[in-house]
């Protein structure tokens, strides 16, 4: 679906979730980047990428996900989910 609607965030957003639950982690990672391209998320994507990303051991570009996922959330009214994003980012610094 993603490969016949490449315009189409909805079908990107469902095959990066996809690949995220079939444990394909690096390739949830592409698709969910070649998501955030097109679409304005309000915060899931980027909590979702970031994690794979700290599963994946690379915790730079997962604690900067989260930072802007905090930002996004924030800006369309979803104080929850930053907060949620705020306390993984301190748990991965530990």
Known sequence: MAEAR???????????????SAGRTEEGVDALRSYLEIAEDEGNAWGRLAAALAELGRHDEARAAWRRG?????????????EEFRTALEELDG
């Not at 490449?6 to 979730?17: M, S, T």
């Open 6 to 20: 490449p315009d189409d965030p909805r079908a990107r957003f469902g095959l990066a979730v996809e690949y995220l």
């Open 70 to 82: 905090i930002e996004v959330s924030l800006a369309h009214g979803h104080p929850t989910m930053a």
